[in-house]
Nanobody, 115 residues
């Protein structure tokens, strides 16, 4: 059974940085694209960043130049480095494994950007 476990969220001041991690188990990690979504209170869930199995990346316009997604296939882990954080980045962040037939989601980790 596929399990995705996120960590690294927390409270940070505007302009600060956080690095989220997501460890996958029960899957051939390197075969699939991995992504990070987020959902803020009262808003729809949105794709933040995605990394394909081949290494291509995608970023939402709102995070380009500030966030970096990376993956370590040897550790079955995907990361989201978040710099220059803004209050509007406050949300629950979810790790997702993107498969052709279905997606697998982690439980989410809260990121709060506030002074």
């Amino acid at each position: 059974q596929v399990q995705l476990v996120e960590s690294g969220g927390g409270l940070v001041q505007p302009g600060g940085s956080l690095r989220l991690s997501c460890v996958a188990s029960g899957t051939i990690f390197s075969n699939y694209a991995m992504g990070w979504y987020r959902q803020a209170p009262g808003k729809q869930r949105e794709l933040v960043a995605r990394a394909t199995s081949g290494g291509s990346t995608y970023y939402a316009e709102s995070v380009k130049g500030r966030f970096t997604i990376s993956r370590d296939n040897a550790k079955n882990t995907v990361y989201l480095q978040m710099n220059s954080l803004k209050p509007e980045d406050t949300a629950v962040y979810y790790c997702v494994q993107d498969r052709p037939t279905r997606d697998y989601w982690g439980q989410g980790t809260q990121v709060t950007v506030s002074s």
